[in-house]
């Protein structure tokens, strides 16, 4: 089955606690994106990849660091989380001009 | 840069009323665009999408939306609406040489009895 996960589903932590949360799709798409999902803000793209080892900043890159060492896998990671990145996160893949498939979520919450 | 603007933060729609969910965008060159719902709890799935040839696209679970290059607006329409049909929906545009999907805000439906 195609598909686009993300662990954890959910996650508390505590300011200044480097996370990690991983993603990964089997559908070999070239591209995969992080969203963040906020009330009355929609979802804005955090960090995106066109490939292997090419990644670039979105909307609202500050705080957050990406790798894409494999095609596969795109994690997203938070050096030193702050409350203000509490937020629902998003994974997503496509392949050029064609649909974009989501992952389930990560509900992310900083105190 | 490429913007799309989902005008309605809710729309209210009685059930087995036909539906209608704005959207309008602007990018330079042409656009591919996209609908997607998300349901309470869950990932975005995927609706439908115009890249090229007729204006009016049909997508899953009953849902068709119109491409109006003028106006530059891809509209949600259900002829019926279900209260199953109750969900965020958003708007993405997306041009040929961009790596970038853009949403819009969405819009809430609520469809009632």
């Known amino acids: 089955e195609a598909q686009v996960t993300q662990n954890p589903r959910y996650l508390i932590t505590v300011t200044g606690k480097k996370l990690t949360v991983t993603c990964s799709q089997n559908?070999?798409?070239?591209?995969m994106s992080w969203y963040r999902q906020d009330p009355g803000l929609g979802l804005r793209q955090i960090y995106y990849?066109?490939?292997?080892?090419?990644?670039d900043k979105g909307d609202v890159p500050e705080g957050y660091k990406v790798s894409r060492k494999e095609k596969r896998n795109f994690p997203l990671i938070l050096e030193s989380p702050s409350p203000n990145q509490t937020s629902l996160y998003f994974c997503?893949?496509?392949?050029?001009?064609?649909?974009?498939?989501f992952g389930p979520g990560t509900r992310l919450t900083v105190t | 840069a490429q913007s799309v603007a989902q005008p309605e933060d809710q729309v209210n729609v009685a059930e087995g009323n036909p539906l209608t969910v704005k959207c309008t965008y602007s990018?330079?060159?042409?656009?591919?665009l996209f609908w997607y719902v998300q349901y309470p709890n869950r990932g975005l799935q995927f609706l439908l999408k115009?890249?090229?040839?007729?204006?009016l696209v049909k997508g899953s679970y009953g849902f068709e939306a119109e491409f109006n290059k003028s106006q530059t607006s891809f509209h949600l329409k259900k002829p019926s609406a279900l209260v199953s049909d109750s969900a965020l929906y958003f708007c993405?545009?997306?041009?040929?040489?961009?790596?970038?999907?853009?949403f819009g805000t969405g819009t809430r439906l609520q469809v009632t009895l």
């Open positions: 993405a545009v997306l041009t040929g040489t961009a790596s970038k999907l853009t």
């Open positions: 115009y890249i090229t040839g007729d204006n």
């Open positions: 997503a893949s496509r392949t050029q001009g064609v649909e974009q498939y």
């Open positions: 990849s066109m490939n292997v080892e090419v990644t």
């Open positions: 990018v330079s060159g042409n656009p591919y």
């Open positions: 559908m070999n798409h070239e591209y």
